[in-house]
């Protein structure tokens, strides 16, 4: 379910991902689930599982990059399957040593325009975790609503059971 439309931003592009993007997205998937601090995966998911899961064939798959290197990955799929499926999900990744450069936030933007294009009505997050501020205020920037709070949700490497936010905005 891939595009291969390529989007340019002033640094970066945003484009479809390819097989030869995974092992990079990895490295930042890796680096992102390790901490164990805002991504459901188990720190411990080996790679060809995580990337079974990221590049499975019911997801749309981007990647940013800078230069030749991508610093950045999100994904796009059903949040429900059937009744639900006019509703997207999507999960973002951005490399540690590129954060606080708006990547993230491109990434976001694109993902809302590309969503609706595909035909999505809205979207919807089922999990963010509470504690993770800086991605419920960048959600939130975008038009996001928190639709609901879920208790103890998320079992954070740190803070032990933390509450999560289910997030929603029409498209």
């Known amino acids: 379910m891939n595009l291969s439309k390529q989007i340019f931003r002033s640094d970066f592009f945003v484009r479809a991902a390819t097989p030869a993007d995974r092992d990079a997205v990895w490295k930042i998937l890796l680096e992102v689930i390790a901490t164990g601090e805002a991504f ?4 411990d998911t080996p790679k060809h599982e995580m ?7 019911d997801k749309y798959i981007y990647v940013a990059t800078e230069g030749s290197e991508i610093v950045g990955s999100f994904i796009l799929k059903n ?4 009744g639900g499926s006019h509703i997207a999900n999507g999960s973002y990744v951005v490399a540690k040593k590129h954060s606080g450069k708006g990547i993230g936030t491109a990434m976001g933007e694109y993902s ?3 969503a609706r294009r595909l035909g999505y009505k809205a979207m919807q997050f089922n999990i963010v975790v509470k504690s993770n501020t ?4 960048l959600w ?5 609503n928190i639709v609901g ?14 509450n ?8």
């Open 164 to 171: 999560a936010y289910i997030m929603y905005r029409k498209l």
């Open 140 to 144: 939130q920037k975008l038009g996001f």
């Open 79 to 82: 949040n429900q399957p059937g």
């Open 40 to 43: 459901v995966f188990d720190p």
């Open 149 to 162: 709070e879920i208790p103890e949700a998320f079992n954070h490497r740190s803070n032990g059971l933390t």
């Open 134 to 137: 800086q991605a419920v205020k």
């Open 112 to 114: 809302l325009v590309e």
């Open 51 to 57: 990337l079974e899961y990221w590049f499975g064939s």
